[in-house]
């Protein structure tokens, strides 16, 4: 008989006595509530075609048999390949992980990131992209922001660079891509990592190349809010390293070592290689399900499609909203710069508008129009403020943060909109516009 295994632990293959990889299977039933889960639904129609669908899993049940993986299999392995090629790097680059927040440790970890490094980040992005250094006790280095993009401003981070500046992470917010030539020009003079935080910009282009293929790193998020899903969790990490490919991918799994035994069982465990000298023990487990592979899969399928539509609902709100006195759109991009619009953004001039943000927030709040600007400022949480960072001092070197965030931007909803509801809102925008300059 023969030994071959599927998993790394339990021989699945043609044997006597096999283990399977799969400690309880799902059922016929179980796949149903799957069904009934992933498609909802109410009324004598659906419970109808409901009822058939039940029948039919259940004769499908009693001729087919459950996979023999769930975790880290074929899929997995589908997937990785798929987005390798839709972005365009060479096979191995990409590497599926639980989530985006677990991607970018592996760049952290890599850099040699601890206790007194600067890591250079935004002041407007989401916890996540600054969780592990805090973690550790590295010093977060805030970048004030563009006006009119609201990302990174490659001019404030050359004059925060220090001698102890490990790394430098952009985050294309909203997927309107930073100035990535910039910021690589001042990184390579000092041989700093630059990871390009791109949980929104799956799909989004620089001069020809794809958002998270710029920088030494890219991490993107296909949780279940983003324009491609997993299933509701999950993220990916692209290395432009090649020599860390291999090691990231042990990463993801503990620094479990299967090219190496020690005596008597199966595999090693053995420290990661990061930049220069820096050697670390995987500490994470960020493995991802075969059902989660396959979810992104099909949906990557169908990605070109889904940015079009993105594209082409924010052209047309953009061309709108450009006829409103003191309403400044969302940028477009143009031939070398193309956003993913995972969100669209709205500013607003508070002296032609006759007020802030703040105002207009609420006032399309009243109407029914959900916004969210993205997002709170780091330095004013107090996971930050009780790590020893001083709020006033930060905000007095990011004027140009505190000014658009508290003055002057919002981010609206662009996707799975009917028109009617995309021209309510415009003209909800509209109208709020038109209330704060009559001073109501």
């Known amino acids: 008989m023969g030994n071959?295994?599927?998993?790394?632990?339990?021989?699945?293959?043609?044997?006597?006595?096999?283990?399977?990889?799969?400690?309880?299977?799902y059922n016929a039933a179980d796949t149903f509530e799957f069904v009934k889960f992933l498609m909802q639904g109410k009324g004598a129609k659906y419970n109808a075609a409901l009822r058939d669908v039940k029948a039919a899993i259940?004769?499908?049940?009693?001729?087919?048999?459950?996979?023999?993986?769930?975790?880290?299999?074929?899929?997995?392995?589908?997937?990785?390949k798929a987005i390798d090629q839709y972005l365009g790097v060479e096979e191995g680059s990409s590497l599926f992980v639980s989530n985006c927040t677990a991607a970018l440790e592996l760049g952290y970890r890599y850099a040699g990131v601890g206790p007194g490094d600067e890591v250079i980040v935004p002041t407007n992005t989401f916890i996540a992209t600054v969780a592990y250094p805090l973690s550790v006790g590295a010093k977060l280095v805030f970048a004030d922001v563009d006006p009119r993009t609201v990302n990174m401003d490659p001019k404030d981070v050359a004059r925060k660079i220090t001698r102890k500046t490990k790394i430098i992470v952009p985050v294309h917010i909203g997927g309107y891509p930073c100035d990535m030539d910039a910021i690589?020009?001042?990184?390579k003079k000092r041989d700093i990592v630059v990871m390009e935080d791109a949980a929104h910009g799956f799909g989004g282009e620089y001069k020809g190349r794809k958002l998270g293929?710029?920088?030494?790193?890219?991490?993107?998020?296909?949780?279940?809010?983003?324009?491609?899903?997993?299933?509701?969790?999950?993220g990916i990490f692209v290395s432009n390293v090649p020599e860390y490919r291999a090691e990231a991918r042990r990463a993801r799994f503990l620094g479990v070592d299967?090219?190496?035994?020690?005596?008597?069982?199966?595999?090693?465990?053995?420290?990661?290689?990061?930049?220069?000298?820096?050697r670390y023990q995987a500490s994470n487990n960020a493995s991802v399900t075969e059902i989660q592979a396959l979810g992104l899969l099909l949906q990557i399928k169908r990605y070109d499609r889904i940015l079009r539509e993105r594209t082409r609902l924010a052209t047309y709100v953009t061309k709108r909203l450009s006829k409103i006195p003191g309403v400044m759109p969302q940028l477009l991009g143009d031939a070398k710069v193309k956003p993913t619009f995972h969100l669209y953004q709205l500013q607003i001039d508070p002296k032609v508008c006759g007020g802030t943000v703040q105002t207009l927030k609420a006032k399309?709040?009243?109407?029914?129009?959900?916004?969210?600007?993205?997002?709170?400022?780091?330095?004013?949480?107090?996971?930050?403020?009780?790590?020893?960072?001083?709020?006033?001092?930060?905000?007095?070197?990011?004027?140009?943060t505190e000014k658009v965030f508290d003055e002057r931007y919002t981010h609206l909803p662009i996707y799975g909109l009917t028109k009617e509801q995309v021209d309510f809102m415009v003209?909800?925008?509209?109208?709020?516009?038109?209330?704060?300059?009559?001073?109501?």
């Open 184 to 187: 690589m020009k001042v990184a």
């Open 258 to 278: 299967f090219s190496s035994k020690i005596k008597n069982w199966l595999y090693n465990v053995s420290l990661i290689k990061g930049k220069g000298r820096v």
């Open 4 to 25: 071959e295994s599927s998993d790394f632990r339990y021989n699945t293959g043609d044997t006597k006595v096999p283990w399977a990889a799969v400690g309880e299977n």
């Open 427 to 440: 003209d909800a925008i509209a109208a709020s516009v038109a209330e704060m300059k009559a001073g109501k």
């Open 364 to 400: 399309l709040e009243e109407k029914g129009v959900t916004n969210i600007p993205h997002f709170g400022p780091i330095y004013r949480f107090s996971a930050a403020i009780g790590k020893g960072f001083d709020e006033k001092k930060i905000a007095a070197t990011c004027p140009v």
């Open 58 to 80: 259940a004769a499908l049940g009693k001729v087919s048999a459950p996979p023999g993986k769930l975790s880290m299999g074929d899929k997995v392995a589908e997937v990785e």
């Open 213 to 234: 293929t710029i920088g030494h790193f890219g991490c993107f998020s296909t949780h279940e809010v983003k324009n491609c899903t997993s299933l509701g969790e999950g």
